[in-house]
């Protein structure tokens, strides 16, 4: 088992890409710390990956954007888990709208649950990682919106460029104590995120949902495929179970080409 004996943290873990992860990592012998704004839905996550990880799983609530929340929850993580070794920064939302129409509002609570967020659990990550002296692996859930940019996306496209220059930063200053910072940039999975996007989408743009899909989301692939969550999840493992400097600071897009 690639993380045996680790300890997890993964945000945003209640469902999606995040339990994928999750449930990937308990596999591979990591005990998962299942963090999600939804504490009845981490709770049911940890649940369910208890009846086969080897070292157990448990759920903690936590609004990523929300200082004292992130300190708390961590401190909960160390009493019970003792330890940390990995961060996944995964937990974010999508708004759609034209930029000349974006609701201030919207666009700052975007920005904050995905580089706020970002910011504050790796902040609390790497205090407690150099306590411990033993290294550790911090992933940022980017996009292909990491890479390039599309319509009607203006803050998360922003968001997840950030997110690169975030983990740049992890990679060299974490260095020296044996941090590693990557990001997966994911092409389009097919999520409840994703799903709510089709036809706000083809809406604004007064296409069809079918086109949206074809025309938009999957035209640049080599296949016409969505990304899957097991996709995204082997390379979290890859970047988790990687042990040496050697790859730190990049970025690797996972979407079909």
């Not at 504490?39 to 609530?61: K, M, S, V, W």
């Amino acid at each position: 088992m690639r993380l045996k004996d680790k300890v997890a943290l993964v945000t945003g873990a209640a469902s999606g890409i995040g339990k994928e992860i999750a449930r990937t990592f308990a596999r591979e012998g990591a005990r998962v710390v299942i963090a999600d704004l939804n504490l009845d839905a981490a709770e049911a996550t940890a649940r369910e990956l208890n009846e086969t990880a080897p070292l157990g799983a448990f759920g903690i609530a936590m609004d990523v954007a929300d200082e004292a929340q992130v300190e708390a929850g961590m401190a909960k993580v160390v009493a019970t888990a003792g330890h940390l070794d990995i961060l996944v920064s995964n937990a974010g939302i999508q708004t759609i709208a034209p930029l000349d129409e974006f609701d201030f509002g919207k666009w700052k609570r975007l920005l904050a649950i995905h580089l706020d967020g970002a910011f504050l659990t790796t902040r609390a990550a790497l205090r407690q990682m150099y306590r411990q002296g033993t290294g550790g692996s911090i992933i940022y859930m980017g996009s292909v919106h990491s890479k390039e940019a599309s319509l009607l996306k203006a803050p998360y496209v922003t968001a997840k460029h950030g997110l690169i220059g975030l983990a740049k930063v992890v990679a060299k200053e974490g260095a020296k104590h044996g941090v590693r910072a990557n990001v997966i940039c994911p092409g389009f999975v097919r999520t409840p995120l994703v799903d709510k996007q089709i036809p706000e989408q083809a809406k604004e743009l007064g296409i069809s949902e079918d086109r949206v899909v074809k025309e938009i989301m999957l035209k640049d692939t080599v296949d016409g495929e969505f990304t899957t969550e097991q996709d995204v999840a082997e390379a979290a493992l890859f970047f988790a179970g990687f042990e040496s400097n050697a790859l730190t600071g990049q970025s690797l897009v996972v979407s079909h080409g």
